[in-house]
């Protein structure tokens, strides 16, 4: 079947960093994106990988694993306008251009 | 300049009545998607369409339907069929799939069935 995982919640203080991760188990694979999405918005991009390794931008850097189905998303020198919902999506091949959604991680930044 | 366009924001409905949400694209982008949101979830995947004149179920369509007569625009009617209606509802586009491409999403529809 098709599987995304994240933790429900983190928090964590302004100027700190919080490590999102997410497994996935899908049939086929094609890449790993992480989107943020603010209360009643909607979501907007943030980062894509599809080879193994490191993407950094910015305060934002995303990692890969595709042999152990996992990736994270790193926040840095976080800001308290960094609240959100961080959704974590992996586009499968059994059909092209279909999206696999997880449930979302809910970060909220404390002063 | 290049978007998505869902309107209205907010809308109401009574109980046993469809009622259709609008999509419209100028991305020129190939495949169109409806997701649904409810509280404290992720999206879940209605209906895609991948070209003009086709279209897909997705993990929950039942209660819903879609056309697509024209490239730019996905319109989605929720039925009286959909036992649960009320929800957040996000369009969203997916261009050529090369590397680093993404999908865009509209500003989404706030459905709320009395």
């Known amino acids: 079947g098709q599987n995304i995982d994240q933790p429900t919640e983190m928090t964590a203080t302004e100027g700190a960093i919080v490590q999102i991760n997410c497994t996935y188990q899908t049939s086929g694979f094609n890449g790993l994106f992480w989107y943020q999405q603010h209360a009643g918005e909607a979501p907007t991009f943030l980062s894509y990988n599809v080879l193994d390794g490191l993407e950094e931008k910015g305060r934002f850097s995303s990692f890969l694993s595709r042999s152990k189905g996992y990736s994270y998303l790193l926040l840095k020198e976080l800001q308290m306008k960094d609240s959100a919902s961080y959704l974590c999506a992996a586009m499968t091949t059994d059909s092209w251009g279909k999206f696999q959604f997880g449930a979302g991680t809910q970060v909220v930044v404390t002063p | ?114």
């Open chain 2, 1 to 114: 300049d290049g978007g998505i366009t869902q309107s209205p924001k907010y809308l109401f409905r009574k109980e046993g009545q469809n009622v259709t949400l609008s999509c419209e694209q100028n991305l020129n982008h190939d495949a169109m998607y409806w997701y649904r949101q409810d509280p404290g979830q992720g999206l879940r995947l209605i209906y895609y369409s991948q070209i003009v004149n086709d279209f897909q179920k997705g993990d929950i369509a039942e209660g819903y339907s879609v056309s697509r007569e024209k490239k730019e625009s996905f319109p989605l009617t929720v039925t009286s069929a959909q036992k649960n209606p009320t929800a957040f509802y996000l369009c969203a586009t997916f261009g050529a799939g090369g590397p680093g491409d993404e999908q865009f999403f509209g500003p989404g529809t706030r459905l709320t069935v009395l």
